[in-house]
Nanobody, 121 residues
Framework: QVQLVESGGGLVQPGGSLRVSCAGSGFIFSTYTMGWYRQAPGKEREQVALITSGGSTSYTGSVKGRFTISRDNDKNTVYLQMNSLKAEDTAVYYC???????????????WGRGTQVTVSS
């Protein structure tokens, strides 16, 4: 059974830092593109950061230079280090795992349940 379990969310003051983690199980973690998404109240879920199986990363513009995504395949865990946090970063942060075998239309896509990050003084 596939599981993605996020942890590390909480309340932090503006300008502060927080690291959220996502532990995966039940699938070959190292072969998946891992991502962090977030959803703020009243808004659609948006992609925050991705890291491919090869380690390439991408970020949405609003977090570039502040957030860093990384992965530890030995621990089946992906991290999101968030620095210089702003009130507008407040959201539920979701972990995602995605794998699309080359030459097929098959997609394996899994979501965690999310962890709340609140940036407030």
């Amino acid at each position: 059974q596939v599981q993605l379990v996020e942890s590390g969310g909480g309340l932090v003051q503006p300008g502060g830092s927080l690291r959220v983690s996502c532990a995966g199980s039940g699938f070959i973690f190292s072969t998946y593109t891992m991502g962090w998404y977030r959803q703020a109240p009243g808004k659609e879920r948006e992609q925050v950061a991705l890291i491919t199986s090869g380690g390439s990363t991408s970020y949405t513009g609003s977090v570039k230079g502040r957030f860093t995504i990384s992965r530890d395949n030995d621990k089946n865990t992906v991290y999101l280090q968030m620095n210089s946090l702003k009130a507008e970063d407040t959201a539920v942060y979701y972990c995602n795992a995605d794998f699309r075998p080359v030459g097929t239309n098959i997609e394996y896509n899994y979501w965690g349940r999310g962890t709340q990050v609140t940036v407030s003084s």
